[in-house]
């Protein structure tokens, strides 16, 4: 088959997949929260409230885009597309089968780790445009918080890379596949390196108890302040886009991904994402947030030492282990 | 983690009068206002915030947005036609305000209320307090998480145990929010029967689920990042500023009118009052915290031992115009949720003195607000947030 032609298929496959998921993962956060908090969640639209995601979208295509009149009318238009469009190049590479993968690149979590980490320039491009004194601060912070939590990220991200010898996500899979889950094997580096990276990656997509750049008990909504209608859609599902792609980079990267006994791989690297999914949602709604400088002095003080460490460790044990590998 | 520096340095008192012009004109000073439309300012408060970067450098806080005219009503209206007004004011603790107005009332008229009486009083206020405060722990977790995390679902939990609380006064009152269940002399409502078995199941299933909220909230580790040492209102900053209430006790100092000065009939039981020193958000907390276990002990106490005997000094008032008061003057004070929660009024007003000529309402909430200025520059927007939500304002009771 062309080559460009398997690509677009892909794109166009990805690119549906992963919309259709996060705009269904709103329901289940919203009913996964409601029942939390002893409430029903969406009761209305569709049988248990399936259908609330649609009626969400034609609520917000309906509303008007507002442009303050001061603000920086292209950068206000062209943030929200962007913050989708980099969340959902991340996915590309995201493989969720032996085959199923849009782009098996070789330096897959370089590529993954740098589409991350522009998120924070789009986030920032919305922030300043606004015009907006609460927009800015939510966009400082979030800058500040990106820059920091990219060096965690990566450190922990860089454990696996070592323990599999490749910078491939389906060949750290392969080697998940035969050594065993990095989780669990070898002891140490591979779980530290997911405690790790969990909240650096959370750090990255703003959420609770690292959303400080939206905290709307202080910053009304942050960046998303000024935003109505679908700009506001479009950052709102760039949130949860992230967050989907980060479970599934960390089941892909710590627990084995499409590995599993009984039933094809693509099931059991949707049951781990959605998994670590339904975790990460777990923590939002029964934790407060920290403040700003806190976020800070915990990624520079215990994360980045620790990250440096794991990285370390993991080099040493490949070198002993596979005596010298 | 050990004390960031801007926050030691907030330890010092800071100068609310400082004058702006000390800084430089170029320098990046941003003036932010924090309200009065704003999630957790709660209702109309707003916070003018000189900003350097995000440290706050100087406060200006702002009241009146919820201006009613209350007082002012009072000069119109009748005494009798006050009562229901008064719910409006602290509207998360009315019982508070009926009593406070009742009781300047009944001083200015010098209406001995019976013993009945004066027991469900305490017993209504008591179940108040723990409504109040329940409310003030959901609206603080959601101060600090935010209405889309983890403090919304400790608000959650917080409503529907003040709902308990609520359901047990729509049984005596028929009323969920805005009871109109205090006389002048007396109470309206008799407790029914079977009430004091619902209060019992209420009071018990509160204090099963406390520990629950302790370990959701109190005891974590992030909040206890967010509140030591945060919005330190120590005892004679309280004492200056004329603040009462759970501040003014966190800061160490052991004043609560309930015990100091008894009303109702407090001077027949024992109030264990609960204090902190540390005077930082998460004192504040703490003692609020002791405040609910404390009135569950004290309805317990109460709801077994109501004493037989009339509930009203004379039969219920029809009229508008039945009190009157020629002269006078008079000033009564409860413990309320915030503080002391006083009234003062002047007798002889009109429709031939059965309007006060002059009430003056001290709320504890404004006195509370005042200390803004002085303790939240040196804190970041967001300790400002956790500042406001910990001294606990109503501004219903703020503007009047």
């Known amino acids: ?325 | 983690m050990e004390m960031i520096p801007h926050v030691a340095k907030a330890r010092r008192r800071a100068n609310p009068y400082l004058d702006l012009g000390s800084y430089d004109p170029e320098a990046d000073l941003m003036v932010l206002n924090l309200g009065p439309q704003h999630p957790s300012t709660h209702g109309v408060f707003r916070l003018k915030l000189y900003l350097d970067g995000e440290i706050i450098v100087k406060v200006v806080p702002f009241v009146g947005y919820l201006h009613r005219g209350v007082e002012k009503l009072c000069e119109k209206l009748t005494m009798v036609q006050l009562i229901p007004i008064f719910d409006k004011n602290d509207y998360v603790s009315p019982m508070m305000n009926e009593q406070s107005l009742v009781m300047a009332f009944e001083a200015l008229l010098g209406i001995e209320v019976p013993r009945r009486a004066r027991y469900v009083r305490t017993l209504l206020a008591e179940l108040q307090r723990i409504a109040s405060h329940l409310l003030w722990l959901g609206a603080f977790a959601m101060d600090l998480g935010g209405a889309l995390g983890g403090g919304s679902t400790l608000f959650m939990y917080c409503f529907r145990e003040r709902e308990l609380i609520l359901d047990v006064f729509e049984d005596l009152t028929g009323c969920r929010f805005h009871y109109n269940t205090h006389m002048i002399g007396g109470n309206r409502h008799d407790v029914p029967a079977g009430w004091a078995t619902k209060v019992h199941a209420a009071i018990n299933a509160i204090e099963t689920r406390l520990p629950e909220y302790e370990t959701f909230l109190i005891t974590n580790d992030i909040y206890i990042e967010r509140t030591r040492g945060v919005g330190v209102v120590d005892g004679q900053l309280s004492m200056d500023l004329g603040i009462t209430g759970p501040v003014l006790r966190a800061g160490g100092v052991d004043h609560d009118l309930r015990r100091d000065a008894p009303y109702h009939c407090y001077d027949e039981i024992e109030v264990r009052v609960a204090t902190a020193t540390a005077g930082d958000c998460e004192a504040r907390a703490a003692v609020r915290m002791a405040e609910i276990r404390e009135s569950i002990r004290l309805v317990r106490e109460l709801i077994d031992n109501i004493p037989e005997g009339p509930l009203g000094a004379r039969k219920p008032i029809k009229t508008p115009l039945a009190e009157k008061a020629t002269q006078g003057h008079a000033y009564a004070a409860v413990e309320s949720p915030r503080g002391e929660l006083g009234i003062y009024v002047i007798g002889g007003g009109d429709n031939k003195g059965a309007s006060p000529y002059r009430l003056k309402i001290r709320a504890p909430s404004l006195h509370v607000l005042g200390c803004l200025p002085y303790i939240l520059p040196g804190h970041s927007v967001s300790d400002a947030v956790a500042v406001l939500g910990s001294v606990d304002p109503i501004m219903g009771e703020v503007d009047r």
């Open chain 1, 1 to 325: 088959m062309n080559p460009w032609l398997r690509g677009l298929i892909y794109a166009v496959v990805v690119t549906n997949v992963f919309l259709t998921i996060t705009a269904w993962s709103i329901w289940f956060e919203r009913k996964f929260s409601g029942r939390m908090q002893s409430r029903l969640g969406p009761t209305f639209y569709g049988p248990m409230g399936l259908l609330q995601p649609v009626v969400d979208g034609i609520k917000l295509i309906q509303k008007e885009f507002l442009i303050p009149i001061n603000a920086d009318r292209l950068l206000f238009v062209i943030a929200p597309p962007l913050t989708v469009v980099l969340a959902l190049g991340t996915a590309a590479v995201v493989p969720f089968g032996a085959d199923i993968i849009a782009a098996d690149l070789d330096i897959g979590v370089l590529y993954l780790l740098a589409l991350g980490s522009l998120t924070i320039i789009p986030v920032w491009m919305s922030g300043w445009s606004s015009n907006n004194k609460y927009a800015m601060l939510g966009a400082m912070r979030a800058v500040a918080q990106g820059v920091s939590y990219e060096i965690p990220l990566v450190l922990a991200s860089l454990v696996p890379v070592i323990l599999a010898g490749s910078m491939s996500l389906s060949d750290i899979v392969r080697f998940q596949i035969k050594h065993g889950w990095f989780a669990f094997w070898p002891p140490g580096p591979g779980f530290f390196a997911f405690l790790f990276f969990l909240p650096a990656s959370l750090a990255e997509a703003n959420r609770i108890p690292f959303d400080i750049p939206e905290a709307e008990s202080e910053l009304i909504a942050g960046v998303s302040t000024e935003y109505t209608g679908m700009g506001f859609g479009l950052l709102y599902l760039a949130e949860y886009l992230h967050t989907l792609v980060i479970s599934a980079v960390a089941s892909v990267l710590f627990f084995g991904g499409w590995d599993g006994p009984f039933a094809p791989g693509l099931h059991w690297m949707v049951l781990k994402t959605l998994g670590l999914f339904a975790g990460i949602f777990w923590v939002r709604w029964s934790l407060v947030r920290f403040r700003s400088d806190q976020l800070m002095s915990i990624c520079w003080r215990y994360l980045v030492p620790g990250g440096l460490i794991l990285v370390m460790s993991a080099g040493l044990w490949v070198h002993f282990h596979r005596g010298g590998g």
